[in-house]
């Protein structure tokens, strides 16, 4: 019997066993799956081509700054001096290749409010504090950031941990707090879109964001994109979620003073 006909054979066999019901039904959950991300994907697409034409329209009408708020006149002085002070806590471990970008991206916020970055470490032996300490240098009294040394956690995770160790070291008058991972690249608009939010809807408990990840072109970013993207869509698609990234977050500083 040649290769030939062995295929055959073997194809034969795979359509007999196909065939059976409870194949077919695997067959079907797959195409109902399949089709409901399609169309989480799809609607997701269409609102951010929605919000990109926003954008172009609004800085085609002269908007320079569309990309930061919806209404140039919010970043006039009067408006700028009456927003609410934001404490970031950022839990660093490790130096890698683009952690020194993200952080750069983090620091370099367009928020026009009192603002002020905690970036919370284990010990002074972790890479992360030198690298992050001359960063830091680097922009002098520009901005109000500083490094703190947490400890070894006992009770709970690092991250967790560190992130505790910053409540307690932030400003008292900070109205919110934004917490946020080191590998990062934040937009520049990130935490006054967030801000905007929680003092437009003061019932807020708390707020969240999700990565936009944008594959290098290897198999295993393409994995990770394929991934995160049926969590994405309900970023994408709706003003309310059930489910936190802890990536991002913010919220009132009032509860954690509690």
């Known amino acids: 019997?040649?290769?030939?006909?062995?295929?055959d054979l073997f194809l034969f066999s795979a359509c007999r066993y196909l065939s059976y019901p409870f194949a077919i039904y695997v067959h079907y959950q797959g195409c109902l799956i399949s089709l409901v991300l399609a169309i989480g994907w799809a609607l997701a697409a269409h609102i951010r081509n929605k919000e990109r034409k926003r954008i172009k329209r609004s800085m085609d009408k002269g908007n320079s700054f569309a990309f930061l708020c919806h209404d140039i006149n919010q970043l006039e002085h009067s408006n700028q001096v009456n927003l609410p002070r934001v404490?970031?806590?950022?839990?660093?471990?490790g130096f890698g290749e683009h952690n020194l970008?993200?952080?750069?991206?983090?620091?370099?916020?367009?928020?026009?409010?009192?603002?002020?970055?905690?970036?919370?470490?284990e010990s002074r032996d972790d890479p992360a504090y030198n690298a992050v300490s001359e960063l830091i240098s680097e922009f002098g009294s520009a901005i109000d950031a500083k490094v703190i040394v947490?400890?070894?956690?006992?009770?709970?995770?690092?991250k967790i941990h560190n992130q505790l160790v910053g409540v307690e070291k932030m400003h008292k008058d900070s109205k919110y707090v934004l917490f946020l991972d080191d590998d990062v690249r934040l937009h520049p608009g990130t935490i006054g879109s967030l801000t905007y939010e929680m003092e437009?809807?003061?019932e807020i408990f708390i707020q969240t964001g999700y990565p936009l990840d944008l594959p290098s072109?290897?198999?295993?970013?393409?994995?990770?994109?394929?991934?995160h993207m049926p969590c994405s869509m309900g970023f994408?698609?709706?003003?309310?979620?059930?489910?936190?990234?802890?990536?991002?977050?913010?919220?009132?500083?009032?509860?954690?003073?509690?």
């Not at 404490?87 to 471990?93: E, N």
């Open 1 to 7: 019997m040649t290769l030939l006909e062995h295929f």
């Open 87 to 93: 404490t970031v806590i950022m839990p660093l471990k």
């Open 101 to 121: 970008h993200n952080w750069r991206s983090q620091l370099t916020s367009l928020y026009g409010g009192p603002l002020e970055f905690l970036l919370v470490v």
């Open 150 to 158: 947490a400890g070894l956690s006992t009770t709970c995770s690092q």
């Open 200 to 202: 437009k809807n003061p």
């Open 217 to 227: 072109g290897s198999l295993g970013s393409y994995c990770i994109y394929e991934y």
């Open 236 to 258: 994408a698609t709706g003003g309310k979620t059930f489910f936190l990234w802890g990536g991002c977050m913010m919220a009132s500083s009032f509860y954690f003073l509690l």
